[in-house]
């Protein structure tokens, strides 16, 4: 008999801010939806057979939306969270930009493509540049 998908995973309830738009009045707010983490276990349950190792083998890491609905911060009605967002894979989660490297990619980018910032005008600085990038 082959062992159901949760016995592969230890189950975790938490807590993950969430932003969706209310369809009644189109204001967006940020939520805190309660999900339940399943990760996989180190190690196959006793009582796991070859099917079972390779279902195992193919398993990753999960969220799952607890919440099916919030209600509206700003008019009070309730509304459903879109389904499309009530699974997400932790290793996508981890595959996504922080804030901070996000910034971190913008200050490098405009460094490289933009002219210094104005607060500082000082035209030698740019002959400095500019001389670099001729040799
Ligand atoms: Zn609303």
């Known amino acids: 008999m082959a062992l159901d998908e949760r ?8 807590n993950r801010p969430g932003r969706y738009q209310c369809p009644k009045c189109r204001r967006t707010n940020d939520y805190n ?3 339940v983490r399943r ?5 196959l349950p006793a009582g796991a057979d070859e099917n079972d190792r390779l279902k ?6 999960y ?11 700003a008019c009070g009605k ?6 499309q967002h009530s699974l997400m894979f932790v290793d996508q989660l981890a595959g996504l930009p922080n804030d901070e490297d996000l910034e971190r990619e913008i ?9 210094p910032p104005p ?10 540049r500019k001389s670099q990038g001729w040799k």
């Open 7 to 14: 016995a592969f995973f230890t189950e975790k309830t938490e």
């Open 33 to 35: 939806i309660r999900w």
């Open 39 to 43: 990760a996989k276990k180190d190690r």
């Open 56 to 61: 195992f083998s193919k398993l990753r890491d």
């Open 63 to 73: 969220l799952l939306r607890l919440d099916d609905e919030v209600t509206c911060k």
């Open 78 to 83: 309730k509304f459903e969270i879109p389904s």
């Open 107 to 115: 200050a490098a980018a405009s460094d490289d493509d933009q002219a």
């Open 119 to 128: 607060a500082k005008p000082s035209l030698s600085a740019r002959f400095t």
